[in-house]
């Protein structure tokens, strides 16, 4: 029996690859170094073969010359969606990072083994947590819809709106600062002011020793602080993936 698989759905499935890993390989929370690299290609090729169908319907026939200029182009706009997800879920680790400056915890990093970096306590503790929700939410569904969607407004073969993309990213950092100064600035707040209140109480008991009492009250009070504002979470991550979605949905070739 003679099998043979018309030249448009090769090109979509490959088109779709391109795209699929290139976003893959940015957005959390698939761009963990946890994920083996096999199980990322498999995921981008899954996501290829469930979206070859409607990449299909809108191609001309393929050239050799035409699928490697596209290609490229789908790695592009693949790792352009990618790197929008990233940036805003990044809002919550700096969240993290500004507690860790204001409490202490940034003076002695610890060496992270899935980032093979050092990062801060708090800041890396964020961003695991934000994972975990991730997937307890359902989060990661919706950015792969999103994922999906994106191929309404940027279809197979179309031009990279380079500024569409760049309007895109600058809202995305400026939202990132945003959400990151709104979920850790009660705690910032809090620590600065028990700065003072420390500063104070060294000028008014000279012989008490501030530096020996100064960390272990910090510390207790960051980590009593970090439990109650543990809550805000969810919400803020809800509305940051809401936020993200939309910017995937929001680009358009021209």
Do not use: C
Request: aromatic letters at 6%.
């Amino acid at each position: 029996m003679d099998l043979s698989v018309p030249a448009v759905t090769l090109a979509a499935l490959l088109l779709g690859t391109a795209r699929a890993t290139g976003f893959v390989l940015l957005a959390p929370p698939f761009n963990s170094r946890s994920i083996p690299v096999p199980v990322k290609a498999a995921f981008a090729l899954a996501l290829s073969l469930l979206l070859s169908t409607q990449i299909a319907a809108g191609l001309p026939q393929p050239t050799a010359g035409w699928l490697l200029v596209t290609a490229v182009t789908e790695v592009v706009i693949g790792a352009a969606l990618g790197f929008v997800v990233q940036v805003l879920f990044t809002a919550v680790q700096m969240a993290g990072d500004l507690i860790d400056v204001t409490g202490g915890f940034s003076l002695q990093p610890a060496y992270d083994p899935l980032a093979m970096t050092q990062n801060a306590t708090i800041g890396r503790l964020h961003y695991l947590l934000a994972i975990t929700l991730l997937f307890t939410s359902g989060g990661h569904l919706l950015i792969v819809k999103g994922f999906a969607t994106s191929y309404q407004g940027l279809p197979v073969g179309g031009d990279v709106p380079t500024d569409q993309i760049a309007a895109v990213l600058l809202t995305a950092f400026s939202m990132m600062f945003l959400a990151a100064l709104q979920i850790a600035g009660p705690m910032v707040a809090v620590l600065l002011l028990a700065d003072v209140a420390l500063a104070l109480l060294s000028r008014a008991a000279p012989a008490l020793n501030i530096f020996a009492i100064g960390f272990p009250v910090k510390i207790m009070l960051t980590l009593t602080m970090l439990g109650l504002t543990f809550p805000l979470l969810p919400p803020a991550l809800d509305t940051l993936l809401e936020h993200a979605t939309r910017a995937m949905i929001s680009l358009r070739s021209g």
